[in-house]
């Protein structure tokens, strides 16, 4: 199947400093998101992105599926942004895999 | 409000117990999914279902079994639940397979 390698695994910010954070994939893929699951489990999608770029407010996604990578862009960080972020692939097989995920620490 | 709604939210069992987690969705979406998440394991997907009386096994099936009867429930049954299935469980709903997921809010299951 489709290896997700993310990194950094682990990430220390001050509030209001930028951040990016990388998903690598193995395989040609059909589907691309990334969630943000908060400190009390829940797993938020914040972008289906297999290619190109979106935006929503503070983070930015951009997915270069022809060299099989995507970035997450987060700006101005909150504290209320701390959490794992994951990217998860999905390619002929249909089934979503999960990377091990960026665990995101704002501190005020 | 368009959601996934998974119940429990928090269960504690008996080995051999047989128990069902519900999951609903209310955005008539295709494609249901159950994964479980489990610390240095990551989320890892037990049956999925591409729609009503068609579902499949991801990649760790045992132990579970699941059915799609209407397209708006995907309940995800422990026939007998052992201490190894002790793992936080999230239903997740899409249009189809290669579009955004929605995530339920997660049960956290305990089985001793």
């Known amino acids: 199947g489709i290896q997700v390698e993310q990194s950094p695994p682990d990430l220390i910010l001050q509030e209001g400093a930028n951040s990016t954070l990388r998903c690598n994939f193995s395989?040609?893929?059909?589907?691309l998101q990334w969630f943000h699951q908060n400190p009390w489990g829940q797993l938020i999608n914040l972008f289906y992105?297999?290619?190109g770029t979106k935006q929503n407010g503070r983070l930015s996604a951009t997915t270069v599926a022809t060299e099989r990578y995507s970035l997450l862009y987060i700006s101005s960080s909150q504290t209320t942004d701390s959490g794992v972020y994951f990217c998860?692939?999905?390619?002929?097989?249909?089934?979503?895999?999960f990377g091990s995920g960026t665990q995101l620490t704002v501190l005020p | 409000e368009a959601q996934v709604t998974q119940n429990p939210r928090y269960l504690i069992t008996v080995t051999g117990k047989k128990l069902t987690v519900t999951c609903s969705q209310n955005?008539?979406?295709?494609?249901m999914s159950w994964y479980r998440q489990d610390p240095g394991l990551g989320l890892r997907q037990i049956y999925y279902?591409?729609?009503?009386?068609?579902?499949d096994k991801g990649d760790v099936p045992e132990g579970y079994k699941v059915s799609r009867k209407e397209k708006r429930n995907f309940p995800l049954i422990l026939e007998s639940p052992s201490p190894n299935q002790t793992s936080l469980y999230f239903c997740?709903?899409?249009?189809?397979?290669?579009?955004?997921?929605?995530f339920g809010s997660g049960t956290r299951l305990t089985v001793v």
């Open positions: 992105i297999p290619s």
């Open positions: 395989d040609s893929v059909n589907n």
């Open positions: 998860a692939v999905s390619g002929s097989a249909r089934q979503l895999t």
């Open positions: 955005m008539n979406h295709e494609y």
């Open positions: 997740a709903s899409s249009l189809q397979a290669d579009y955004g997921y929605t």
């Open positions: 279902s591409m729609n009503v009386e068609v579902t």
